[in-house]
T-cell receptor, first 115, second 115 residues
């Protein structure tokens, strides 16, 4: 069975600094997607970034980028130039590249940002 | 599109009462997922539908939980009778089945409190 592990329950960062959130996963499959979702206090789940396993290039979305290490089954999220609005819980998630598969989530990392 | 719509946003009920949570997926999406979020277990899949048909309900905790999708624009999750341990945030999500990165779009969630 596939599993997703986020080993950092809480992280903190100063405004304008860079922070990296860790995620590892376990799967025997080779074709899958990985995601980072943000959940602010409003509870809304917001997609931050996605990575296709067959792509070697790391995904980037503005201040957010990932370090995808397929062999190591690692998928970390880097937030550059952190802003107060980045404070939230962040979830790493996995799904197979097939129709009809659900997301498997890690337990989440709570990120606090201080000024 | 208004996104995935869930109602109610908050529900407080007494143990033993019936609770019905509602979801309207994004128009055109052919997959609908129900997730539950708790502090202890994180985000976990309860059930999902494809073209209104339940495909995998292995995550439904017990017979007290049931879900229906009578048409492409409406789904319900019912708990009868409710128990305090059912207190959680329940999310509905939808997505296209093919031609996408399998990104799921989440509703705002329903916070259920059973006293």
């Amino acid at each position: 069975a596939q599993t997703v592990t986020q080993s950092q329950p809480e992280m903190s960062v100063q405004e304008a600094e860079t922070v990296t959130l860790s995620c590892t996963y376990d799967t025997s499959e080779s074709d899958y997607y990985l995601f980072w979702y943000k959940q602010p206090p409003s509870r809304q789940m917001i997609l931050v970034i996605r990575q296709e396993a067959y792509k070697q290039q790391n995904a980037t979305e503005n201040r957010f980028s990932v370090n995808f290490q397929k062999a190591a089954k690692s998928f970390s999220l880097k937030i550059s130039d952190s802003q107060l609005g980045d404070a939230a819980m962040y979830f790493c998630a996995y799904t197979l590249n097939q129709a009809g598969t659900a997301l498997i989530f890690g337990k989440g990392t709570t990120l606090s940002v201080s000024s | 599109d208004a996104g995935v719509i869930q109602s109610p946003r908050h529900e407080v009920t007494e143990m033993g009462q019936e609770v019905t949570l509602r979801c309207k997926p994004i128009s055109g999406h052919d997959y609908l997922f129900w997730y539950r979020q708790t502090m202890m277990r994180g985000l976990e899949l309860l059930i999902y539908f494809n073209n209104n048909v339940p495909i995998d309900d292995s995550g439904m905790p017990e017979d007290r939980f049931s879900a229906k999708m009578p048409n492409a624009s409406f789904s319900t999750l019912k708990i009868q009778p409710s128990e305090p341990r059912d207190s959680a945030v329940y999310f509905c999500a939808s997505r296209f089945g093919t031609g996408s990165s399998y990104e799921q779009y989440f509703g705002p969630g329903t916070r259920l409190t059973v006293t």
